[in-house]
């Protein structure tokens, strides 16, 4: 039996596949039941090759239909890639944005999971229906063509090119359940990219190539070099270089048809009609194919049968939606959102908006004029047309042609002491490795390994849990350690640290989503007694001393003179009563460890009562204690004193902010002089102009930031924001003039 690989678009609405024929060139394959009027009806000749990335369950919990059949029951799960990856808060938020029927459960470790009767299934489990499906249907067609039997054994999905590293593990679970042996990621737009290459679709003096991928779920952007001088064969496919990839998980069509749908609900209450959940799909499915209508149509008709009803959507209005309704989150409008994105993939890439030389389209909602009017206003008329390349299509293309190499599209990173390291720098071609080295303190015992990955600044997401490497008191002198990362092209991450001659490797190739393997036990042992924190026990007042200390490194840097010796007094007070304490619980723990022979397993199943009676007790037997009082009163002492630096940074803050606006504010004025004078203005100038508004706008964000966290003492304060107001002012005054 013939095995070959399957290429697989694994959209969040729709879903397409591809493999290479004899001859080396992509089948996109056909599915049979999708030739449906319905589907005929939105997608027209393409609708064959549509997959509807739509599962139904019975009350059971029971796959009963998967695609085009599916569509036809109320409550069958669509959009279930938005809630690949994504902990329990997170999928509750997107239901909720998205006005989806389902039942959202936390699971074990925190991630979400979905209710289905009696039964509680995580998101890759739906989507492995799908992808089994899918498998079956290509195989089929191959069958129908060559007369031949084939078995799909490997397998290349792509993802949204911004996928963080938990999305990624979850897609890949997905076609592990699906039942591939061998399954690869590689970016959506990336793969177009190769469709288009390998199509012979840019011309020989063509370099750059702007992909912008805007899906149901997702926005992508990849500006890729591809110096290619005619059609690409698979050695120079490998050339492709990525210069810069930007977008947003959390933007897409289907945040257009939410405000769609927000606005026809208004509609239907100034008729005194009201909407419950009940009605919801009904419009919902109503709205996106009114909204796939006005691509080419003026006006549209959205006919709710249920409710009697029948509202007009005119083209003129869902630009209007879209260009002026604000979305959740910083409140920008749809199309600024993408606009936005867009000029944040040049300023990484660094280079210029007219050095593009060809813009290739992806996803559904590129087809809409007004989404095309903004590309072709931000960088010109260069759009491949749909007649060359199928937006629809192409991705799955790509993905069953040559690999290429992959780069990190978010960075990876250390926290430590309250700030973020880079490991991993965004653009990094994988596989990669880095060491850090940590410099320990003489009253540290351990090393506290956090490991994220950048979401939006200032958020992170983490990666497994946090791991406690003790220092071990009998190796003498430690004074530093050697942490090494090691990032394969599957972004599987393994850790090892060395330090004074040991060498630990931590488990991080898991790929578990949420839940990783406790490195090490003592660590297991102090959170099983933290027990309240307003009891003020041995555990919590040990982790507020560290926080107060911490906190007065971060921002030692930051304090004038008089408070940097206050400061230093305090940590020095508290740091020697903290180290007496700290030091006697360990060696408590230690000996209840050898007493007992503790194991993870007994301590977390709660199996060993005796062993968690003495864990308390030797918790509460500490708090009368002289030294533990001292390290309370000496850890509130500094607090206090920190209390009052972080009340005049918080002060200085807000007279930054205030400055920032104020530039802002002067240079959007001077550009509007000038513009209403007719004033010429050099490309360069205005350009210059334009980013620094931009700059400032996110400086501002930054400083709002800033202004929260200083009052949250215990989340640490970084103070570096508060720097850039001085290097921003010298720019500034430059720019003013300009202005």
Known sequence: MTKIRLGIDLGTRNSAAAFVDKSGESVIVHFQESETADLKRRYGNEAKHIFPSVVAYDRYGECMYVGEMATRFEGAFRDVKRYLGKSYEEALKEKERLKHPYTIIRGSEGEAKFKIGEKEIFPEEILSELLKKIKIGAEKHYNRLYG???QFDRIKITVPAYFGRNHKIATRRAGEFAGFENVHLIPEPVAAAIACMHAGKFDEDDRYALVFDLGAGTLDIVIVDHRILKKASDEEIEKLKIMDITGNIELGGDDMDSK???????ELKKDKIDVNDDYIEEIQKKVEQAKIDLSTDLTAPIHLDRLGKSITLTREKLEGLISEMPLSGDGQPFLEKCRTELNNGFKNAKIGKDEIDKVVLIGGPTKMPIIRKMIKEEIGDCIIEDHDISPMLCVAEGACLKDIPIIVSKPYGLIRYGQFEEVA?????????????WDIL????????????EKEHPYYDTIGKEYDILVDPTIGNVQRADITFKLSREEELDITVVYGGSNIELPLKSR???????????????????????NYNVSYVMVAATHAMLSAVNLSEFMEKSDQDKVKEAKNNLESYFNAVHVHIIRKLSEL?????????????????EVRQRMKRIGKSQEGDKDFLEVKE???VLRQVLGDVTRRMRWSVEQAKEELVKAKTVLEKGMAVRNQRGDEMSKEVSGRIGDKISELDRAIVDLETEMKNAVMLERGIDGRD?????????ELDALLELA
């Open 148 to 150: 031949l039997e084939i």
């Open 260 to 266: 769609i749908v927000d606005w026809v609900i208004g």
């Open 425 to 437: 720098k965004k653009g990094v071609t994988m596989p990669s490795r880095k060491t850090v080295t």
């Open 442 to 453: 003489p009253s540290e015992t351990r090393i506290p390994i956090h490991i994220v990955q």
């Open 512 to 534: 578990k989503l949420f839940k990783t393997k406790e490195s090490n036990l003592m660590d297991l042992l102090i959170k099983e007694f933290v027990g309240d924190k307003s």
């Open 593 to 609: 460890i050898n007493e007992f022979e503790i194991t993870e397993k007994n301590i977390k199943e709660g199996t060993d009562e």
């Open 634 to 636: 000496k850890t509130e």
């Open 722 to 730: 508060v720097l850039k107001v001085s290097h921003l002012q010298v």
